[in-house]
């Protein structure tokens, strides 16, 4: 089941998936200030390592929840929005992917490089959970299926008026359709054609009409067959031949 939505519904829960990502990024920020990593080696001075006491970190930190806010801004002025759907995907991934560096960052380089004793601390894994809920949510972003986010995907754009104007017909081509029989408007006739123009041709048989003795024509458009032809076609279609005419012919 595919609901239809507005691009305005669509926006709005776009808008609502910026605000949750944008939760999560301050939520990761918050994790900065947790004491996540002890230094067992000196006792009297229990340092804590933060997060932001690597210059590195905090950027990774720093520029990842301002990549996703930037991909809910640069959202903003997209009209399409299977764009603003990719935007919005990659930027929340490449956001989260940064926010996940800073901490293996700070345990993997930064503190071997500074050759101290410790164990981590809990704070550690908020730290690390707040960019995997962040690449979550980028993938369900980035799949066509999800929920209401599917309706981006599968969005029907909403009917468009077609400009008012004056019906012309269109001239009917012969076409299988007259062999099936298109019946429409009031009965014809053959009768007799008084007279035939010199060179007036056969629509059927491509011949000229040469003599007004041999020829019909139908009583509702007056169009002149061969009389030979145009009892053939009446016979096996049961319409007048004139393909603008095409009105039910009985013999
Ligand atoms: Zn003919
Ligand atoms: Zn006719």
Redesign the pocket.
């Known amino acids: 089941m595919m609901e239809e939505i507005t691009p305005e519904e669509a926006l709005a829960r776009l808008f609502r998936l910026g605000i949750i990502v944008s939760l999560i990024s301050v939520l990761h920020m918050l994790t900065l200030l947790l004491p996540w990593y002890v230094i067992d080696s000196s006792p009297f001075l229990r340092s804590y390592f933060l997060g932001y006491l690597s210059t590195e970190s905090l950027i990774f930190s720093v520029a990842g929840g301002v990549m996703a806010g930037l991909g809910l801004l640069v959202s903003t002025f997209v009209s399409s929005l299977n764009k603003v759907r990719l935007i919005m995907a990659v930027m929340t991934f490449v956001g989260a992917a940064l926010m996940l560096i800073s901490p293996f960052y700070l345990l993997m380089v930064k503190i071997p490089a500074l050759a101290v004793q410790g164990k981590l601390e809990w704070g550690f894994f908020p730290s690390v959970i707040t960019p995997i809920a962040m690449l979550a949510i980028g993938f369900l972003i980035a799949k066509p299926g999800f929920s209401g986010e599917a309706s981006y995907g599968g969005y029907v754009a909403p009917a468009v008026t077609p400009p008012v104007r004056a019906y012309t017909p269109r001239p009917a081509q012969f076409s299988p359709s007259v062999s099936e029989g298109v019946v429409r408007g009031a009965a ?1 006739s053959l009768v007799p054609a008084d007279e035939v123009e010199p060179g007036t041709i056969c629509s059927i048989c491509y011949y000229e009409i040469e003599d007004a003795d041999t020829a019909v024509k ?6 002149v067959f061969h009389r030979d032809c145009a009892e053939s076609w009446v016979n096996l279609n049961g319409v ?3 393909p603008n ?3 039910p ?1 009985t013999l």
């Open positions: 014809a139908c009583s509702s458009c007056s169009m007048c031949p004139n005419c095409q009105r012919v």
